[in-house]
């Protein structure tokens, strides 16, 4: 009985050697090994948010470096008379925007239209933008977007010395630029010593001895201007107190068939009392004088209402902020870790000791630590002291972090193979632990320093720690000051270190879930 | 019976840490330069009497050019002094650099302090927490749904949002531009008036918006989670309607969770925000506190300090002792 599968003889030529190049072994895998942090990035990136959250954080961390180098301004910079100027971008101002051109909405009555109207005309500045107004039917209010940039005008009449004045001279001519205006007589000025001294009332007024001044406006309704002019044929008293040095070009004015000249300056107490406007004379002085690279008055985000830049103070502040952050970050990291693997690996008397030690150490309330620190610190540096503070009471976490997963891996078979082998105690802690462990760890790291941003952000608003005396500035202090400037109106001096907060928590947030799920191995290939 | 036990422990360590924590910052305190300055129109030699009367410094005496000197009091034995007037008399001393309240009795200042600050957190507690929970069972009953979806923006919005712009912005929106409520809380001792609550309302509003966020997050996921658990099919199996079943069996073992937070969230109400109380200008503890700390009234540092300590040592064994009456499957302490 033969069939096929019962071959009783299976003739011999049938048979063939096998190569020993057939042998079959198991073969290579053909893919690529994908490590645990490989795997860890391929997840990472396939999380959206959290690729977005990690785009952002690394803006503001670049806005933060490089900020302070674009910006001539500096946390200490400030100048009343540029106080709440809101902000500006020439891009947007050049382009007649509406939008962030250094204006806002003035909703005034007539007289104070008159006012800014009549500094208008006479610097030829665009104070009222375009010119464009619109007045309430009762002809009471007048709205408007108000340059706060030139609107400032000259502010009260400032006294310079003669050096100073023959520079500015110096400097009119050369550039063509005006920073000199004709002053007003004394005797011909308002009565008022708060008027008197307001170098923008430059016109006649219909009544010098009231407290708001009404601008006197001839039959054109043109206003009259008041200047202290002197005749150049006569050689007179008419100027007795200083002969005015005139600005090149400038040839008086006709009236009667006679030749007059403007007074440029009038000599008082120390020095040449000017009428200098604002813009010009601030662009003169940084140039000229101070020479710190400051050209002309534009803030990005505005100024407070001390007349910081908060441009400046966001971008020094930030970086305050992330440098102090990732410092105390590995601060405590490094100790955090070498506390908890002692104390998760040793486990025992050692393990309860140093439990409760981080234990009371860590119910001490941040608040605390910071006062007692600022009572024995006194006149260190308050950075310092926010620095210790947050040393002493943020490593336990990452010690109990650490610790945790000590915990997790100690008696696994695999370091009770290397134990077997001979492995030392650092060894077995730094060599075979603490790798498997690192992820975890890492990722409480990037989750704490939002968090640190945010507690150094509450201790500044509260004024517990001032960093401005260390020439730097932090982001709670600009709120703190935002929010005094709810009430003058001024919303943009909060809003852009709120805004910056707000990016900051948002992403880091985002980012930090997506670390977490991407160390998280459990996770792998759920998603694939 | 153990847990009568574990309570106890828990309490006397809890107890021990605040003793260890207390003493550590009256030496820390003590350590510093007595402020024996008079303020204008003060007496020096009262000052000095007050703080040799406090036990503070001896031997007191006039030197040259109207200087004082006086001997400093062994700390530990300052110590001692400190406590047994706290122990026998409840004085925590009086009030002496810091001007508003000069010479009161501290503990009165204190209390007196107090109503505001509880009354904003019951206030926000009372709304937060019925929201919130409310939001995060819609959540999980509507998981993956748009409702959820809807729900999770907010809560990563608000959870994202800081307090300090969060309130910040309320007080902007709503006290500034709207002009809805006063910019700043009243300082009327009568706290149930109307005048007193309408001008809390935005500052429990920022307050109660986190805690909100927060509730509903966590009732989200603890929710989620009990909802796929195999005794909710089996009470599904054996008749039970859907709203029966989350009634009865989900929603109470998702509160084992929940409710000790709630419940420690209660008890540091007491402390409140300090930032809040900034910006609303509330007449509160943390106004006090951070006025201390610029005036440098040590024993007011001393008295808040301690409160401070103890209201979050009680919130963390709030949680876990909560934990063990509520669950008891959670055999808290046991071997």
Not at chain 1, 135 to 141: A, L, M
Not at chain 1, 351 to 361: G, Q, T
Not at chain 2, 60 to 80: A, C, F
Request: aromatic share 14%; proline share 4%.
């Amino acid at each position: 009985m033969m069939d096929k599968y019962n071959l009783n003889d299976i003739p011999a030529e049938k048979f063939q050697f096998a190569q020993r190049t057939d042998l079959y072994h198991d073969s290579k895998f053909e893919t690529k090994p994908v490590s645990y942090f490989q795997g860890a990035f391929r997840r990472f990136s396939k999380n959206k948010g959290a690729v977005v959250g990690g785009i952002v954080i690394a803006i503001l961390v670049l806005f933060a470096i490089l900020a302070p180098f674009f910006t001539p301004f500096r946390p200490a910079y400030y100048d009343m008379v540029y106080a709440y100027v809101t902000p500006k971008n020439n891009l947007f101002a050049n382009a007649g925007i509406d939008f962030w051109d250094g204006c806002k909405e003035k909703n005034t009555n007539r007289i104070g239209f008159l006012k800014d109207q009549a500094l208008a005309a006479e610097t030829g500045r665009d104070i009222i933008k375009n010119g464009e107004y619109t007045v309430s039917e009762d002809g009471s209010n007048y709205t408007y977007r108000y340059d706060t940039y030139y609107g400032v005008g000259f502010g009260k009449y400032k006294i310079i010395s003669q050096a100073e004045f023959d520079d500015i001279q110096r400097y009119q001519d050369e550039t063509g630029r005006q920073v000199l205006y004709p002053v007003v007589k004394l005797a011909d000025r308002p009565t008022l010593e708060k008027n008197k001294y307001d170098a923008n009332i430059y016109y006649k007024v219909e009544n010098p001895s009231v407290s708001i001044l009404r601008p006197q406006v001839d039959a054109e309704g043109k206003i009259i201007p008041n200047y202290w002019k002197y005749d150049v044929t006569e050689e007179n008293n008419l100027i007795p107190e200083y002969n005015s040095l005139r600005i090149e070009g400038e040839d008086g004015i006709q009236e009667d068939g006679k030749q007059y000249y403007y007074a440029y300056g009038r000599k008082v107490d120390g020095g040449i009392e000017v009428r200098a406007e604002y813009y010009e004379y601030y662009t003169y002085q940084h140039n000229e004088v101070l020479k710190d690279g400051i050209e002309e008055p534009l803030f990005l985000f505005g100024t407070t209402q001390t007349g910081k830049d908060i441009f400046a103070c966001l971008a020094y502040g930030a970086r305050f902020s992330f440098i102090f952050a990732s410092v105390v970050a590995v601060v405590n990291f490094i100790v955090g870790v070498i506390w908890g693997s002692i104390s998760g690996y040793f486990g025992g008397k050692v393990d309860l000791f140093m439990e409760r030690f981080s234990e009371i150490l860590g119910s001490v309330p941040t608040i605390i630590v910071i006062t007692l620190l600022k009572y024995h610190m006194g006149t260190a540096s308050q950075a310092l002291v926010l620095f210790i503070a947050f040393f002493m009471t943020g490593w336990i976490g990452m010690a109990g972090r650490t610790r945790m997963q000590f915990y997790r891996f100690k008696n696994q078979e695999y370091v009770l193979a290397a134990r077997t082998l001979g492995a030392s105690d650092a060894r077995i802690m730094f060599k075979h632990i603490f790798p498997n462990g690192l992820g975890t760890i890492v990722t409480s790291v990037a989750l704490v320093i939002p968090s640190m941003i945010y507690s150094e952000t509450s201790f500044t608003y509260l004024g517990i720690i001032n960093l401005e005396a260390g020439n730097t500035t932090s982001v709670g202090t600009l709120i703190a000051a935002g929010q005094q400037s709810i009430t003058a109106n001024a919303g943009y001096v909060a809003l852009f270190p709120c805004a910056f907060l707000v990016l900051l928590m948002l992403s880091f947030n985002l980012f930090g879930n997506g670390l977490r799920d991407a160390f998280n191995p459990s996770l792998r290939g759920s998603e694939d | 019976m153990y847990m009568f036990k574990y309570v106890m422990k828990r309490l006397g360590l809890m107890l021990f840490t605040f003793f260890i924590i207390f003493t550590m910052c009256f030496v820390l305190i003590k350590l510093l330069p007595i402020p024996t300055n008079a303020l204008p129109g003060q007496d020096p030699e009262i000052v000095m009497k007050t703080l040799e009367g406090r036990g503070w410094i001896t031997n007191i005496r006039e030197g040259e050019n109207g200087v004082w000197e006086y001997d400093r009091v062994p700390i530990l034995l300052q110590y001692g002094i400190y406590l047994k007037r706290i122990v026998t008399q409840g004085d925590f001393g009086i009030v002496t650099t810091y001007g508003e309240y000069l010479n009161m009795n501290i503990w009165e200042v204190f209390v007196s302090h107090l109503p505001p600050t509880i009354l904003i957190n019951i206030y926000s507690t009372l709304i937060g927490v019925p929201i919130g929970l409310g939001l995060g069972i819609l959540a999980a009953l509507k998981k993956n749904k748009w409702q959820d979806q809807l729900i999770n923006i907010f809560i990563i919005l608000l959870i994202s949002v800081p307090s300090i712009v969060l309130a910040l912005m309320i007080q902007y929106v709503f006290c500034f531009k709207l002009d809805w409520f006063p910019l700043m809380m009243s300082t009327s001792n009568e706290y149930f008036t109307w005048e007193v609550f309408h001008s809390m309302i935005p500052a429990v509003f920022a307050l109660c918006l986190g805690s909100i966020a927060g509730y509903a997050r966590y009732t989200r996921a603890e929710l989620s989670e009990v909802l796929t658990g195999e005794f909710m099919l089996l009470a599904r199996t054996k008749g039970l309607t859907k709203r029966q079943a989350i009634y009865r069996h989900a929603m109470r073992n998702s509160m084992v969770v929940i409710f000790p937070s709630i419940l420690s969230e209660f008890v540091s109400v007491l402390s409140g925000s300090l930032i809040i109380e900034k910006m609303f200008g509330i007449n509160g503890v943390g106004g006090l506190y951070l006025n201390s700390i610029t005036f440098q009234d040590y024993d007011f540092f001393m008295l808040l300090s301690g409160f401070y300590t103890l209201v979050s040592l009680t919130a963390g064994i709030v949680i876990d002792i909560s934990y063990g009456f509520i669950d008891p499957r959670i055999r808290m302490g046991a071997k």
